[in-house]
């Protein structure tokens, strides 16, 4: 294997063709005409709201100013497109959304700089670190535009290390049906340092960390297809997940970014009991026991868990499991072999609840055999879904996710309002409209809520439940979980609870 020294370098071997770099980006050669760079923003700061860039050609108010652009807004592990600027000189800000309004005047600026936008160069920003005491970092990537590529089957890769806790880390690549044994090194990464381009094979690949000479992986990644000509950034940034690997993967590609977790990263999960006593459950209080079939055919066992409760949360190794579940009253078996599929890295939450349904025991789908215009009868079928917690520990603003487990024939789905001082239902900004036996997410930054679920029945819009949400730095990621309720005037409730909630 032989490393040129040229500014685009190349690893040859048998397998795989490596050099160094960072970004996708296709269709960006120019002309000699042309006097086109970009920007781009990433932002990588872990409790970081939501964040906007604003690129300016002068900062004093001048309403003949040809540009002034605040982009759409960049949430955490998340990328800008490659936005095209005539090269020249700009002021660079990035600020996040402290009021109701986005427009630039509103956003609260954490950073402001001028940058030159090079002729056939991206500006790459990325924003790094704790929000408070941010770190921005820039790089001026030269567009690749080289017909070898296409010609070859290459594309271009640059390396990020963005993780606080490694100095220097060395980087290996293998293709997917190989192990580390097999790895080419490709780089030794400093912090907060880009390496230099490198070419690479067009393939499915898997990326290897290690410490600086060291020889065991650190993290391995899952395995990621590279199959166009492009630019990538490969970001290696802390571990935000539940798994205990220190390093998550961002490679950042044309328009959007793949997370690569590490593949013997753990999972965890939890249950929360969301069946409610009715007269299709016969001899049933309202508490379940739970089995789940770990690995090594050991059992997990959740005993009386009651309505309206989570479990503990287990962490295990990520894979696909099983669970049953049963009445604790009686052992009447509700569910059997449940499937339990738990991703590397990922928090989740499995919601069981029951479904009324009409029964039709000669599967004739006549459910009225007398012609009475009553359905014969109903029974009571127990379902799960299961929901992976958010990530995120933004401290400007906090995702909601909206369970909806009703159980109507009056309706079909629930519109969720979250009402500002200053709106009325009607005018409300931030809503979400569920169906049943479905979930949504909502982002939303600090202040103070009234939130209204509302149902149509019979072309009238009816309040089902509302109460006072205040978010601040202190609060967390929230489930909002709609049900049934028979002490309520609806007969339905919200509730809402730290989605770390563990009993």
């Known amino acids: 294997m032989k490393l040129s020294k040229t500014t685009s370098s190349i690893i040859r071997s048998p397998a795989l063709y490596i050099g160094l770099a960072v970004l996708s980006l296709t269709g960006c050669g120019s002309s000699d005409d042309d006097s086109t760079g970009y920007i781009r923003f990433y932002n990588a700061s872990y409790n970081a709201p939501a964040v906007y860039l604003t690129v300016d050609e002068d900062l004093d108010e001048d309403d003949d100013d040809e540009v002034e652009i605040t982009y759409s807004s960049v949430q955490f592990g998340s990328v800008t497109s490659n936005n095209a600027l005539d090269n020249d000189t700009y002021w660079v800000e990035l600020g996040w959304q402290d009021e109701e309004s986005n427009d630039r005047s509103d956003l609260e600026v954490i950073y402001q700089e001028q940058h030159k936008i090079k002729k056939d160069y991206i500006t790459f920003v990325a924003l790094t ?172 066992k959740v005993e009386d868990l009651a309505y309206g409760e989570f479990s503990n949360t287990t962490t295990t190794s990520n894979g696909d499991y099983s669970f049953d579940i049963y009445n604790a009253d009686n052992d009447t078996l509700f569910i059997h072999d449940a499937l339990l599929s738990l991703e590397e890295n990922a928090d989740n939450m499995v919601f069981i609840y029951a479904k009324t349904d009409a029964i039709d025991d000669d599967e004739d789908d006549i459910i009225d055999e007398n012609e009475d215009g009553i359905v014969d009868d109903y029974e009571s079928i127990i379902k799960s879904i299961t929901i992976t917690k958010s990530t995120s520990s933004s401290i400007y603003s906090h995702g909601i996710k909206v369970v909806n487990l009703s159980d109507s024939d009056d309706f079909s789905r629930v519109k969720f309002y979250f009402v500002e001082s200053d709106e009325v239902i009607s005018t409300a900004d931030n809503t979400l409209s569920v169906l049943q036996e479905s979930n949504s997410s909502i982002s939303l930054i600090n202040n103070t809520y009234s939130v209204y679920a509302i149902a149509t029945i019979e072309d009238t819009d009816i309040i089902m439940d509302s109460f006072q949400l205040t978010l601040d730095e202190d609060s967390v990621e929230q489930f909002l979980i709609f049900e049934a309720d028979d002490s309520s005037s609806t007969g339905f409730r919200m509730t809402l609870v730290n989605q770390n909630q563990d009993n």
């Open 129 to 300: 670190d704790d929000i408070r005491d941010p770190t921005v970092l820039t790089f001026d990537i030269p567009v690749v535009d080289d017909d070898d590529d296409d010609d070859d089957d290459l594309f271009n890769l640059r390396f990020l290390n963005l993780n606080t806790n490694y100095a220097s880390v060395d980087v290996y690549m293998s293709e997917d049906n190989e192990t580390f044994n097999e790895a080419e090194f490709v780089s030794t990464v400093e912090l907060n340092s880009l390496t230099d381009n490198i070419k690479v094979e067009q393939d499915q690949y898997i990326f290897y960390i290690t410490e600086p000479g060291g020889s065991e992986p650190i993290f391995t990644s899952e395995d990621i297809s590279y199959s166009v000509v492009s630019q990538y950034v490969v970001a290696l940034r802390d571990n935000v997940g539940v798994g205990s690997s220190p390093f998550t993967i961002d490679s950042i590609g044309t328009n959007s970014v793949t997370e690569l977790n590490d593949v013997d990263s753990e999972a965890s999960f939890g249950f929360y009991n969301g069946i409610a006593t009715n007269r299709y459950i016969p001899d049933y209080s309202g508490v379940v026991d739970l089995n789940v079939d770990l690995i090594d055919d050991s059992k997990l």
